[in-house]
């Protein structure tokens, strides 16, 4: 099985700031690597597929990038509404993996 | 818009047998891959498994033998069924569609269903 390894697992900052979170890969994935936001008590909610291709009405300050086996989401001028839990995804192989989650908390 | 409704029993007990329906509108499932995907309590997302186009599914291999995918195309409906629950299997359950070409991303989910595995 492919193994995601996201980080950190937890991160406290400031509306109006910057946060990258990390996800890489124990092999190749390509740009089979999608992005998920998760509230409390929510379904996921896709952000970004396929490496950096942003979802339909999820807004501009949110970013994909990397290959092969970094990638890496950014969220500029960061929103109440932005405070949430994050999860990679690879898609590549079977079986489908998910990263453990980075928490983003207000500072 | 295409939207996902999970539907079954809240409450199992062990060694029995889950069955868990995903009822889709807006969007037939003849395409696509459907995805179930589960959240055991506070923690991450775990994958199960999907079912294709052509009616075949594939299974995470820790649950091989144990799941079973199935579909119910006049009523655009599929289904999960996992045998011999335990405590570990207590999550809650998603129903997600996976678009080939959008890297196989889950776009569109069902709300989820808690399930506990409980005498």
């Known amino acids: 099985d492919i193994q995601m390894t996201q980080s950190p697992s937890s991160l406290s900052a400031s509306v109006g700031g910057t946060v990258t979170i990390t996800c890489r890969a124990n092999?190749?994935?390509?740009?089979?690597l999608n992005w998920y936001q998760q509230k409390p008590g929510q379904a996921p909610k896709l952000l970004i597929y396929?490496?950096?291709n942003l979802q339909s009405g999820v807004p501009s300050r949110f970013s994909g990038s990397g290959s092969g086996t970094d990638f890496a989401l950014s969220i500029n001028s960061l929103q109440l509404e932005d405070f949430a839990t994050y999860f990679c995804?690879?898609?590549?192989?079977?079986?489908?993996?998910f990263g453990q989650g980075t928490e983003v908390v207000i500072k | 818009q295409v939207q996902l409704q999970e539907s079954g029993p809240g409450l199992v007990k062990p060694s029995e047998t889950l069955s868990l329906t995903c009822t889709v509108s807006?969007?037939?499932?003849?395409?696509?891959?459907w995805n179930w995907i589960r959240q055991p309590p506070g923690k991450g997302l775990e994958w199960i498994g999907y079912?294709?186009?052509?009616?075949?599914?594939s299974t995470h291999p820790s649950l091989r033998g144990r799941v079973t995918i199935s579909e119910d195309t006049s009523r655009n409906q599929f289904s999960l069924k996992l045998t011999s629950l335990t405590a570990a299997d207590t999550a809650v359950y998603y129903c997600?569609?996976?678009?080939?070409?959008?890297?196989?991303?889950?776009?569109?989910w069902g709300q989820g269903i808690l399930v506990t595995v409980s005498t």
């Open positions: 997600a569609r996976g678009r080939r070409g959008y890297a196989y991303a889950n776009d569109f």
């Open positions: 807006g969007g037939s499932i003849t395409t696509y891959h």
């Open positions: 079912i294709y186009d052509n009616g075949s599914f």
């Open positions: 092999q190749n994935v390509f740009n089979y």
């Open positions: 396929g490496v950096s």
């Open positions: 995804q690879q898609t590549y192989t079977n079986p489908i993996v």
